[in-house]
Each structure stands twice: as structure tokens, then as C-alpha cells.
């Protein structure tokens, strides 16, 4: 039985899609003469994936079957002092999974492209930048020391700039692709300061050996306060897994993302970087199990988000952004099981959301192709019949998010309601309430984009913004709606595949098995949601019977129910209910006021202090007195004195008898 990895295997993962990146990017554009067509441009970035989720398959073999494991360092960067700055590898249960995840789903999104971007002039540079996107998250997941986790933390966020900027040449992408950075920074800002203060007092980056010192660490105290510096470390973290898994207040950039092409909005959205954040603080399990005070932090955070962000989904007519406030949503669930100390609940929805998400975000794209770049679902309707591959995967994928029994979001959402009603933390009864509300609200705004799109009457001939699309400005007359072509649908079928079996296959490892045991941490005398959970379980079939009569299933059957009454049977209904209700339906409309918030007191308020300190500051403080100030004073001080300089030799000997005679009188003096 093999216990070990190969170094050599490991680094490869990263690196073939690296170096397909590099082809494509450097030989496929302008940038290197373009050397290479699209087909070799999309042929090497597929064979470097392909190569990396073929061996990440081998390494979650051997992790899951062999026991095999791998923390190693590949190459030393520099030594400061007793700090070491390190490149190496961590490949445990929860880094072979990410692997897993990451390189499939990413895989499926290249193949996708193909279809989804053939009339696109930036094509070989779209496929350059998703293989280095690919790059930069496993370099994130792999990682065992934070330098190397803030370097792939960094890279994502930088190529997501450029993936969600992609059509640069269309305002609203510039906006959206700044907006993300920006907000990004913000939480990216207090990340820093979280491995700083890990860095200054536990005297290292690696992981193994900060988390040994974990419990000297939660006995010291911030300097200056009372406040326990766990605590600070462990919440300076989470506000980086605010930004980059967009938790509220730092969610905002994520909807406005959707102007990039679908293949994006699958490959950030699903499995990669919005799920960062998540990975983070389940890989820092051990410290934040030492602080109640951030737990309850996590929870109250990720209760906000599942329910509050799936409010907007429902009056939402862009079917990306649907998806995109299902996204939102769904974060927030890991996120509450996190804070519930149920970390590999928390990862395993992160898995099985990432299959179904990708799914449905890749299913939106085929509507768009189909519906001729429309991506209003007012003006679709009866699509079913003309894109049948694309309907049932559309189904399936939105049954597993709703969690049905069965289905692979019915083992990860569940687990996580029944681990945050287990919970004895403060904001435990505010977050099970979330929870179980967001059940109805997640299962009411899927099926209202299912119904509305693909069942009742077409409605895509009364478009009257017929020339609305998200590729790239062709503007097409009306045709009825037609399938993709199958290097868009095969993706959806292998998808839709795990979308179904994943969760019923994995729970019973994943959850309360040894497939994590070393990965994560939990304080069972104080944290016992997972032994209780572990109690509860007597199988998937078990569980999956049981819940065809929790309140869960009701509930999400109930929103399923609400829809179809809403949008197939009454469907003057919404529109009467809006009118009643305008005040709250304009809340909502306007996400809470939090971009009018953020673009109208944050950033003027951050401007005008700018141009404070520029004005006083910079110009009359810096400029004006100490440099200015200073030589004015010096010239000024000069001139005189070199008044004095007469060159008469009278002069001169004048100052010394005066001089010789003050210093008679003051020793005279002195006795």
C-alpha cells in the first residue's frame, strides 16, 4: 500500500495547464505573432487540463484508497531571519478533492468554450487566460504554507480581473472587472493582516507548524486591547473569505461579474475562486476552533448571505444573474456550516455545488445560444421542445440545487441545517431560521427561471430589446430557439452526471468517514454538531427517505409549487403582487442600496479625504512647510549671514575683539 506521492506527479498538476497558458497566450496572439491557430490554442490548454485532471484523479485514488499523503517542500525562496518563504505542497483528503473539482469542472468549461466563443476574435487569448486561471487555483489548493496560498489567492483574483474584463471594449465589463478588484482588495487587505499576525507571532508561514501553535497562540492577547489575538487573527482571515467568496457586505462585485462570457461565470462562480474563501477557512480549522467569538462571527455573516442575497434572485430577468443570487446563496450556506464548526459539511456542499452550479451557469449559455444571445427569461418560454439536452440538464441541475431528496444537494444542504440546528452558538437560532426560509426562496427563483424558460407560451418573438446579448455585439433578427452543438452539450450530460450521484456517493467518506480526518479540525467536547450528525446517519438511502418528510422538503416543494402557480398558472399574479408591495419589490430592485452605498459615501467619502490630505497634507503640510518651508527658512537664514561675509579684514577683526571681550565679561562674570 503506497503512502507516498510522487513530487514529480504533483507539480506537474499545475504546471500542464501553465504551460498551455503560456502557448496559447504568447504563440496564439498578437502578443508572439500568432504563431499558432485556434485549434492548437484550444488543443494544448485541453491536453494541459486533461493531463492535470487525469493525474488529480490518480492522487484522490491514492489519498482515498491508499492512505496516501504528501507535505513537502520543493524549493526554498529566501530565509529572513528564521522565517522561511517556501514553495511546496500539502495534498491531503481536502486538497485531492479540490484538485478533483477544480481541474473537472475547469476541463468541462474548455471544452464548452470551444462552442460557446467559435465567433469570438479573442478566442486563443479567452483560452490562454481560463488555463492560467486553472494554474493559479491549484497552486491555491496545493499550497502548504500561506505564502504560497496568498500567491495562488492573488493570482485568481488578478486573472478574474482580466477573464470578467474580457471584452474590454464594452463599458460595462470595465465597471464590473474594476468593481470586482477593488472590492476584492478590500478583503484581500484584511487577509493579509490575518497572516501577518500569525507570521509575527507564531514565526512562521507553514501550515503545520503555525497550527502547533495554536494553543499558545489563543492565550496572548492584542496589543493594546483585551480582545483575544486568535480571535483577531481568525477574523482578519474570514474578511478575505468575505471578499473573494462574496459574502455580504463584499458580495457586491459578484452579480455585476456576469458581464464576462458564460465559460467565466461557470468556472469562477462554481468551483474556483468564490469558493476559496471556504477552503481557507476549513484548511485554518485549527485556529478558528479556538475562538467562539469568530464562529459566531462566520455564522452570523453566512446566515445574512444564504437569505438576504436569495431575495434578490427571485425579481431578477437576466438568467445569468439568477444563477448568479443562487451563487450568493449557496456561499452562504457553506458558510453558515462553517461557522457551525461542521467544516466538511461545509466542503462537501462546496463539492456537490460545484458540479450542479457549473451545470446550471453552463446551461444558461446554451439558452443564450439558442435563444440567439437573448438573456431575459421574460422573453423565452416553451424553449423545451427546441432544446431538449439543454431542458433536461437544466431540470436536473435545478433539482439538486433545491435539494431534493436523492439528488447530490439534498446530502450537503441537509446535513447543513440539521448541523446549525445542532449549534449552541449565539446566532444559532437566527441561522437556522435563514436556512430553512432560504430553502423556499432558492427552490421559488429556480423554478421560476425553469418554468419561464423553458415551459408556457414562447414568448421569444415579442422581445422588445431583441438585440439584447452577452457575446459580443452582433446583433441577430428573430429565429426560433435551436440546441447547441455538442461540444456545449457534452458538458452538460457530464455535469449533470455527478450533479445527481456525487452527494449520494461520497457523503458517508466525506462526512463521517477517515477521507478528511487529518484535513480538518474539530473540538468535539465543545463543538458536537458533527457527532450528532454522525449519531443521526444510518445511510444515504436512509437519510434520503427520511427526508421526503423533513420541513426541508416541504418547504423547497411548496416554492416549487409557488412558481408554477405563479408563472404558468396565474401568471398576472407577480405583477399584481408588485404593485402591492412596490417599496420592498424597489429594495430589492436597487440590492439593498449597497452599490448606491458603496458608489455615493464610501467612494465620494474616500475621495474627499483623499483630496484632503492631497490638498493639506501633501501640498501645504509636505510641500508647503517641509520642503518649501524648509529651504525658505535656510535661504532666508543664509542671506543673512552672508551679509556678514564683507571680505574687509577691519570687519573681521572688529567681530574678534568683541568677541574676545564677551568672553572676558561672562568669565568675569562667572566669579
Known amino acids: 500500500m503506497s503512502q507516498t506521492l510522487s513530487a514529480a506527479t504533483l507539480l506537474t498538476v499545475p504546471l500542464a495547464p501553465l504551460a498551455g497558458a503560456i502557448l496559447a497566450g504568447v504563440l496564439g496572439t498578437k502578443f508572439g505573432g500568432n504563431w499558432i491557430g485556434r485549434r492548437a490554442s484550444h488543443s494544448l490548454t485541453i491536453f494541459g487540463v486533461l493531463l492535470s485532471f487525469i493525474l488529480s484523479a490518480m492522487t484522490l485514488k491514492s ?42 469542472v475547469s476541463l468541462m468549461v474548455h471544452i464548452y468554450t470551444i462552442g460557446y466563443m467559435e465567433e469570438d476574435e479573442g478566442y486563443n487569448r479567452f483560452f490562454a487566460y481560463i ?5 493559479s487555483m491549484l497552486m491555491l489548493v496545493m499550497s502548504n504554507n500561506m505564502l504560497q496560498l496568498f500567491f495562488g489567492w492573488e493570482a485568481v483574483g488578478l486573472v478574474s480581473y482580466l477573464l470578467i474584463g474580457f471584452w474590454f471594449n464594452k463599458p460595462t465589463a470595465i465597471f464590473a472587472n474594476m468593481k470586482a478588484f477593488l472590492v476584492n482588495r478590500v478583503g484581500d487587505f484584511g487577509f493579509i493582516l490575518g497572516i501577518g499576525l500569525i507570521v ?45 467568496s462574496a459574502q455580504f457586505p463584499l458580495h457586491v462585485w459578484l452579480p455585476d461579474s456576469m458581464e464576462g462570457p458564460t465559460p467565466i461565470s461557470a468556472l469562477i462562480h462554481a468551483a474556483t475562486m468564490v469558493t476559496a474563501g471556504i477552503f481557507m477557512v476549513a484548511r485554518m480549522s485549527p485556529l478558528f476552533e479556538l475562538s467562539e467569538t469568530a464562529l459566531n462571527f462566520v455564522l452570523i455573516i453566512g446566515a445574512i448571505t444564504a437569505l438576504f442575497m436569495g431575495f434578490l434572485g427571485i425579481i431578477q430577468n437576466d438568467i445569468k444573474r439568477v444563477v448568479a443570487y443562487s451563487t450568493l446563496s449557496q456561499l452562504g450556506y457553506m458558510t453558515v456550516a462553517l461557522g457551525a464548526s461542521a467544516y466538511s459539511v461545509a466542503v462537501f456542499h462546496l463539492m456537490t455545488h460545484a458540479f450542479f452550479k457549473a451545470l446550471l451557469f453552463l446551461a444558461a449559455g446554451s439558452v443564450i445560444i439558442g435563444m440567439h444571445h437573448n438573456q431575459d427569461i421574460r422573453w423565452m418560454g416553451g424553449v423545451r421542445k427546441y432544446m431538449p439536452i439543454t431542458w433536461i440538464t437544466t431540470l436536473l441541475g435545478s433539482l439538486a440545487l433545491i435539494g431534493t431528496p436523492f439528488f447530490s444537494g439534498f446530502y450537503s444542504k441537509d446535513e447543513i441545517i440539521m448541523a446549525v440546528h445542532a449549534s449552541t452558538l449565539p446566532g444559532a437560532g437566527f441561522a437556522y431560521f435563514s436556512v430553512l426560509a432560504g430553502v423556499f426562496v432558492t427552490a421559488f427563483y429556480s423554478f421560476r427561471l425553469y418554468f419561464l424558460v423553458f415551459h408556457g407560451k414562447e414568448r421569444y418573438d415579442q422581445n422588445p430589446d431583441a438585440h439584447h446579448d452577452d457575446h459580443h455585439g452582433k446583433q441577430e433578427a428573430h429565429h426560433s430557439p435551436h440546441e447547441s452543438p455538442w461540444v456545449v452539450t457534452v458538458p452538460l450530460i457530464l455535469l449533470a452526471i455527478p450533479s445527481v450521484v456525487i452527494g449520494f456517493l461520497t457523503i458517508q467518506p466525506m462526512l463521517f468517514g477517515d477521507f478528511l480526518k487529518d484535513a480538518i479540525f474539530v473540538n468535539a467536547d465543545i463543538h458536537k454538531g458533527m457527532m450528532m450528525l454522525a449519531e443521526e446517519f444510518h445511510g444515504p438511502v436512509k437519510l434520503a427517505l427520511h427526508g421526503l418528510t423533513s420541513l426541508p422538503f416541504w418547504l423547497a416543494l411548496s416554492g416549487v409549487v409557488s412558481a408554477y402557480y405563479m408563472y404558468i398558472v396565474n401568471p398576472a399574479l407577480p405583477a399584481a403582487i408588485k404593485s402591492r408591495v412596490l417599496p420592498l419589490y424597489n429594495v430589492l430592485e436597487n440590492k439593498y442600496f449597497l452599490d448606491w452605498i458603496n458608489e455615493n459615501v464610501l467612494a465620494r467619502g474616500a475621495r474627499a479625504l483623499g483630496t484632503l490630505l492631497w490638498k493639506v497634507g501633501d501640498q501645504f503640510i509636505i510641500d508647503g512647510t517641509l520642503v518649501n518651508g524648509s529651504w525658505k527658512v535656510i535661504g532666508r537664514l543664509s542671506g543673512a549671514v552672508r551679509k556678514a561675509q564683507s571680505g574687509y579684514l577691519y570687519h573681521y577683526a572688529l567681530v574678534m575683539i568683541l568677541g574676545v571681550f564677551v568672553l572676558m565679561t561672562y568669565f568675569v562674570w562667572l566669579k
Open 63 to 104: 489519498v482515498a484508497l491508499d492512505g496516501a499523503r504528501f507535505n513537502e517542500t520543493l524549493y526554498t525562496w529566501m530565509v529572513v531571519g528564521g522565517l522561511k518563504m517556501e514553495i511546496g505542497f500539502l495534498v491531503d483528503g481536502l486538497t485531492a478533492m479540490m484538485m478533483c473539482v477544480v481541474t473537472f
Open 131 to 135: 488555463s492560467l486561471f486553472t494554474f
Open 200 to 244: 509575527a507571532n507564531a514565526g512562521t508561514l507553514n501550515y503545520a507548524e503555525a497550527f502547533a501553535k495554536a494553543n499558545e497562540l489563543s492565550l496572548l492577547t492584542f496589543p493594546g486591547t483585551d480582545w483575544m489575538l486568535i480571535t483577531v487573527i481568525c477574523i482578519c482571515l474570514f474578511v478575505g473569505a468575505m471578499g473573494k
